[in-house]
């Protein structure tokens, strides 16, 4: 009997049997989803693993040394595919690597098994440990890999930038995006690098808004003097004192459930003064909001008592002239921008639900009466109010969901148009639609007439709508400045542009895009490409699939295979998945950028994520029963991911969107990590000075089961930053529930608490009592799987 040949005694054989059955069964599904695989042009990496471990179980099972060994030759095999394919990639390794060598551990430890007695002990000891060595060797090597780069700082910006705003930041925040010019900065430097880890809660308030569906708040606060002004998701107003979070008066306007549209949110609210008004007048000073059941509400500072002498009792209603209106169909969930005393007001159309969905019409206000200045209905430009007799405004039009930004000086007010109803079907839209879809739109805020557009995406049928504001900027161009603005996209890019014309500063390229998808002809071969900076990352190959294990790895990859993708702008399909990437939720989202002046940096964060879109045919959709909001069957808007069985009504398709492409089972995503992270970058060139993943994975993990592990993955967020003078950025954002001081120059955390919800909001800064505080809403977030919460949280430095 030889000495690879020795049979263990009956007492041992179980183990091997499960060991060996183990072995077997994963190289059965390696092996059957790897022919599968290598049949439609992927790796055949999996076909020969799985064949591998089905005869190393198979040798195992009949108490074989040489089962071990094999095992281990494809093990050894596997790390050096592994690193052939990712390189020092530490995520890409992950599943290529990390259950493999947990089997080639378990493996080492059965040989005592197999092994004649003088062999045992020193053979299964040093195998482990080799194992171990290079496991550990490996890690030092990625990591050492991956360390970020030094950061080259900008050249010191010779002047600060001015704000056309006619409030400015400092000990106040008295706009959403702290200014119309929408900066986010802070000039306030009370809070360094230097001292920012003795940060300590000051006070916390809670709102009692604790929705069980559809939750997610999204409040940025206002602070104006003595006086913290915010939304609930359900539009609930509320004035704190801002030093000690005790509340002041609340209004309830009392909206209906029935009424929230996706989510249940409201950014937040919006400021004015009286022009020449007796400050001790009622309503002199007001707060105004728009609300998820379409209305402008003004309150007074003071009380939160509606305004009497606004449009009727203190509101208007925005859905006049609009026809049919379904609950959950037309919602404000940004505040409005107020630009020469005129309230500007777009609104959320419920997504995917229609093609005859209300209009996307915006309109203006007098923001001391109440009465309408006019409307932009881009279906009727000489209309310029309500309607006539018998008419409504056109339906399905593009619709602006999200925050606009305003120029006093210059009167303008700059839009970021959504898409028309439908938003995977293009061949029923309209000229005027096919126009100003996906633009940023520069209206003047006197006539509510385009002075200019710029469009981004040409037909969009990806959902690439803008979501964050325009930041209002004065761009150095030679020994000048540029009256400009920063634009952000859904699909990555960013464009500087001349905020008075709309030209761009650097040059938006035209270039070829795939063609195809179910109606060629609408299609447009080229789409706009800013070469003044992008967040888009290189397109998605088979190897950029991830995974728990190589086994859900391999099922990605089949997916991908499977599926249409041709890079950016793949068209959607019926027939078959297709691959979008980036997915709706960016590239940036209403989150925006944070611009500071003084140093001429921008700060961005940012989600990494494709969506796996089909489209599905309409008597497929109906048998299915998907139907839109305010038919007898229900809606489609539920539980479920923005566009997860849309019904698309009156397109031939309706929409299944598998938002971030994740795996039924598990939920984890096809697509290796970072799925999100924040840049900095020179705002005169462009060029990023350092680039972190942003989140961590303690609130992540399959199974819907949070790991708890602190290392940096990079996850999905939403909600903004803000940068100050003291050289730090607040986020919070992410899905780990955490809120971050960053460093300016370097990227480096420097801080972090633990909230108690999500953090899916943008933070603010404000002065009080010589004290900087930092506020955040921890509100949670359904679309993010992040937990409800009803709590605003003030930090600050330890009070001296």
Request: charge should be neutral; aromatic fraction near 8%.
């Amino acid at each position: 009997m030889s000495d690879t040949d020795v049979t263990p005694p009956r007492n041992r054989s179980l183990i091997l049997i499960v060991l060996g059955a183990v072995l077997a069964l994963i190289g059965v599904v390696l092996a059957v989803g790897g022919a599968w695989l290598a049949v439609i042009g992927g790796s055949a990496y999996y076909l020969l693993a799985g064949l591998g471990l089905l005869a190393s179980g198979a040798l195992l099972i009949r108490g074989r040394a040489w089962g071990a060994w094999l095992y281990l030759i494809v093990f050894a095999l596997t790390v050096l595919w592994a690193f052939w394919e990712s390189s020092l990639d530490g995520w890409a390794l992950i599943p290529r690597i990390v259950g493999p060598a947990v089997l080639a551990v378990l493996v080492v430890l059965a040989l005592p098994l197999l092994l004649p007695d003088r062999w045992k002990w020193r053979m299964a000891l040093g195998g482990a440990a080799a194992i171990v060595v290079v496991l550990v060797g490996g890690g030092v090597l990625i990591a050492l890999a991956n360390k970020p780069a030094a950061p080259t700082w900008p050249s010191p910006v010779t002047a600060a930038l001015s704000d056309p705003a006619p409030m400015q930041v400092g000990a106040d925040w008295p706009a959403y995006g702290g200014t119309e010019s929408a900066r986010r900065f802070s000039p306030l430097a009370q809070i360094t690098p230097a001292n920012v880890k003795q940060l300590q809660r000051a006070w916390s308030y809670h709102t009692g808004e604790l929705p069980k569906e559809r939750w997610g708040a999204e409040t940025t606060p206002l602070k104006i003097g003595d006086t913290l002004y915010l939304c609930t998701g359900m539009n609930v107003m509320i004035a704190l004192d801002p030093l000690t979070g005790k509340e002041r008066w609340r209004h309830d306007p009392k909206v209906s459930a029935e009424w929230i549209p996706y989510t249940a949110a409201c950014r937040g609210v919006t400021y004015f003064a009286v022009p020449g008004a007796d400050p001790n007048a009622a309503c002199a000073t007001r707060v105004i909001e728009g609300t998820l059941d379409g209305r402008i509400i003004a309150v007074d500072t003071r009380t939160g008592a509606p305004c009497q002498g606004f449009g009727t009792g203190g509101q208007v209603d925005i859905k006049l002239g609009m026809g049919r209106v379904d609950p959950g169909m037309v919602s404000i969930t940004s505040p409005p921008t107020i630009v020469r005393g005129v309230i500007v007001t777009g609104h959320q159309v419920l997504d995917g639900q229609r093609r005859d969905a209300p209009s996307g019409v915006i309109q203006g206000y007098d923001a001391v009466t109440g009465a309408l200045r006019w409307a932009w209905d881009l279906e009727n430009p000489d209309w310029s109010g309500e309607p006539p007799e018998g008419q409504t405004y056109a339906r399905g039009t593009p619709n602006m969901w999200t925050t606009a930004s305003g120029d006093e000086q210059l009167g303008l007010v700059y839009l970021p148009m959504g898409n028309s109803a439908v938003d995977y079907w293009s061949s029923t839209r309209r000229p005027e639609e096919n126009r100003y879809a996906t633009s940023l739109v520069a209206l003047d805020v006197t006539t509510g007439k385009p002075r200019w557009h710029f469009q981004a995406v040409h037909k969009d049928v990806w959902d690439y709508d803008f979501g964050g504001q325009a930041t209002l900027v004065d761009f150095p161009v030679g020994a000048g400045r540029v009256p400009a603005l920063v634009l952000p996209s859904k699909q990555g890019d960013i464009y500087i542009l001349d905020r008075r014309t709309g030209q761009p500063l650097f040059p938006v390229q035209e270039r070829r895009v795939p063609q195809g998808g179910v109606e060629p002809e609408q299609r447009s071969p080229t789409q706009p490409f800013s070469t003044y900076h992008t967040l888009a990352f290189p397109t998605l190959t088979e190897r950029d699939m991830w995974g728990m294990s190589p086994i859900d790895q391999m099922i990605c990859r089949i997916q991908f295979r499977r599926a249409a993708y041709e890079g950016p702008y793949t068209p959607p399909v019926a027939d078959r998945r297709s691959v979008e990437y980036p997915g709706y939720n960016g590239g940036t989202d209403w989150g925006g950028v944070a611009v500071d002046p003084v140093s001429g940096v921008i700060v961005v964060n940012y989600n990494n994520m494709p969506n796996y879109v089909r489209l599905v045919p309409r008597a497929k959709a109906d048998r299915m029963g998907w139907a839109p909001r305010g038919e007898a069957r229900g809606g489609s808007m539920g539980e479920g991911a923005e566009g997860a069985g849309d019904p698309q009504w009156g397109a031939p398709y309706a929409v299944d969107v598998n938002a971030g492409w994740r795996l039924p089972l598990t939920g984890l995503l096809c697509k290796q990590p970072p799925y999100g992270g924040i840049r900095a970058i020179e705002l005169a060139t462009g060029r990023t000075i350092w680039d972190r993943p942003l989140g961590t994975a303690r609130r992540n993990g399959p199974f819907g089961i949070p790991s708890m592990l602190p290392m940096t993955i990079g996850t999905p967020n939403n909600g903004g930053a803000v940068v100050t003078a003291g050289g730090v950025v607040f986020i919070a954002a992410a899905t780990d529930n955490l809120i971050r001081a960053i460093d300016l120059k370097t990227g480096e955390t420097l801080w972090q608490d633990a909230l108690p919800a999500g953090g899916q909001a943008t933070p603010m800064v404000y002065e009080a009592n010589g004290r900087q505080f930092l506020v955040i809403m921890a509100g949670g977030h359904h679309f993010m799987e992040t937990p409800v919460g009803d709590e605003l949280i003030a930090y600050a430095l330890p009070a001296k």
